[in-house]
């Protein structure tokens, strides 16, 4: 059974960071691109950042220089550090597992992130 469970979600005032982690059972992590996505309230879900299985990195631009992705394939985690957070940064963050060119689609419930001015 796959899992992926998010954490480190929470509250923090604006310039503040967190970092979140996405910890993956049931497959073979390092065949699988990660991914962060967020959706906000009454708005659609949208790539934050992913990271590939060669470790290339890609980011939205709304957070390029702010967020960093990152990989640690013998823990089978990935991580999203947060840095000078703003209040629109404030969504549920879910975690993406995806083989490419093959079966594998797979996401995690999410945790909230809030940021107050």
């Known amino acids: 059974q796959v899992q992926l469970v998010e954490s480190g979600g929470g509250s923090v005032q604006a310039g503040g960071s967190l970092r979140l982690s996405c910890a993956a059972s049931?497959?073979?992590?390092?065949?699988?691109?990660m991914g962060w996505y967020r959706q906000a309230p009454g708005k659609q879900r949208d790539v934050v950042a992913v990271?590939?299985?060669?470790?290339?990195?890609n980011y939205a631009d709304s957070v390029k220089g702010r967020f960093t992705i990152s990989r640690d394939n013998a823990k089978n985690t990935v991580f999203l550090q947060m840095n000078s957070l703003k209040p629109e940064d404030t969504a549920v963050y879910y975690c993406?597992?995806?083989?490419?060119?093959?079966?594998?689609?797979?996401w995690g419930k999410g945790t909230l992130v809030t940021v107050s001015s």
């Open positions: 990271i590939t299985t060669n470790n290339s990195t």
């Open positions: 993406n597992a995806v083989r490419i060119g093959a079966t594998g689609n797979y």
């Open positions: 049931g497959i073979i992590f390092s065949f699988y691109a």
